[in-house]
């Protein structure tokens, strides 16, 4: 294994329990290559073992038009589904990195994420001893369908975790945006109080002022949940707020 050319403090890259050398060289790496600016890299913020909402991505990059969400896989088991989920309902696409030594874990991430990932995509893959880092393609809306499995997914407080509840979500026409979805073949953004019992679905191109509150009611929402009949289509709408909120 390459020694480590580090660039910030160890503490920066690093989890509260015990890391592998070979976990943490992903980690190191891809910051590295941003400070050098070498391939790839991004612009942006990078934070390394940070929360969002309940999750600890090992890297996320706050970039002016794409949030990005980095997993370095070198053995642990992962739970690649929740997780995928998870960073495109707040807004990140998502980077699966395999160390080279365990890309037989490739497999078990297209397993998790079958039926939904719709498009054929190259993971990525790292090798500490011999400096390489490809961090594949990113999981994003466009590979990926987001079937709603339950009305947590309309609840605040449940999307966004202990931490700072339905406050993260932006506000819009007396609630919170929960993004948009598809709604049994009709585009429509959803618009809920904190605790996700009413709402006012909007369509495109309709003013806030002419969708009207309970219209879907949270029972007819519940229904064509169980029938499968919902999805989500993008992320919720953050609030406009600094960085160190997250």
Known sequence: MKPFENEGSDDQFQTA??????????????????CKEIEPWFQGEYRFER?????????????????????????????YRAKTREALRLGFVIYWVFHIDHREQIQDVRQALTPELQEPCSFGVYDPQNGVLEIGEPITYKSYEFPVEGMNEFRPRKILGYRSGAARIGQSGGGFDLG???????????????????FRAVAPNQSLEDAPWDYPTRDGLKR?????????????RHRNSSVDEL
């Not at 073949?185 to 009413?198: A, N, S």
């Open 224 to 236: 064509l949940v169980e029938e499968g009949q919902v999805t989500r289509l993008g992320p919720v």
């Open 180 to 198: 948009l979805f598809d709604l049994a073949g009709c585009q429509r953004r959803l618009i809920t109080g904190k605790y996700g019992r009413h």
């Open 51 to 79: 929360k969002v909402a309940d999750r600890v991505p090992d890297c996320f990059v706050l970039g002016e038009l794409v949030n990005r969400w980095f997993e370095f896989v070198a053995g642990s088991n992962q739970d």
């Open 17 to 34: 329990g015990k890391e592998s050398e070979e976990h943490l060289w992903g980690k190191v790496e891809l910051y590295r290559r941003k």
